[in-house]
C-alpha cells in the first residue's frame, strides 16, 4: 500500500487569482496569435524579393531560402512558445501578461530578421 501524501502545512494556500492578469493575457496571447499569421503571410510575398534574380544578377539562393523559412517558421515557433510559457505562468497563478508582449516583439524581430536575410541574398538589394 502506497503511503498516504503529506498535507500542506497549515499557512500554505494557494495564491488567489489575478483577474486583471489572466484577462490581459487572454488578450494578449490572442493578439500575439493574430500577430504571428499576419507576419507567417507577409513572409510569403519575400519571394518578390529573387524577380531581379537571373541571366546578369546571380543570388544566393540557399541564403534567401534559409532566411524565408526563418521569416515562416520563426513567428509562429515563437508565439507557440510564449503561449504555452504565459498558460503555464497563469496555471502556477504568476504575473504572466509580459510573455505575449514579448512573445510579439520577439516574433517580429525573428520575421525581420529573415527578412533581411532574404534580401541579403539579392546583390545591390537594400533593406
Known amino acids: 500500500m502506497p503511503p498516504a501524501a503529506y498535507p500542506a502545512p497549515p499557512g500554505a494556500q494557494r495564491r488567489p487569482v489575478i483577474v486583471w492578469d489572466l484577462v490581459t493575457s487572454i488578450v494578449l496571447q490572442v493578439l500575439a496569435v493574430v500577430i504571428a499569421g499576419v507576419l507567417t503571410f507577409a513572409a510569403f510575398f519575400l519571394v518578390f524579393a529573387s524577380d531581379p534574380c537571373g541571366g546578369a544578377t546571380a543570388c544566393d539562393t540557399d541564403r534567401m531560402g534559409a532566411g524565408f523559412l526563418v521569416a515562416l517558421l520563426g513567428p509562429a515557433a515563437v508565439t507557440l512558445v510564449a503561449v504555452i510559457v504565459a498558460i503555464v505562468l497563469v496555471v502556477r497563478r504568476r504575473i504572466s501578461f509580459w510573455v505575449p508582449i514579448v ?7 525573428v520575421w525581420v530578421g529573415g527578412a533581411a536575410l532574404v534580401i541579403s541574398g539579392v546583390p545591390g538589394a537594400t533593406f
Open 103 to 109: 512573445g510579439i516583439l520577439l516574433a517580429i524581430g
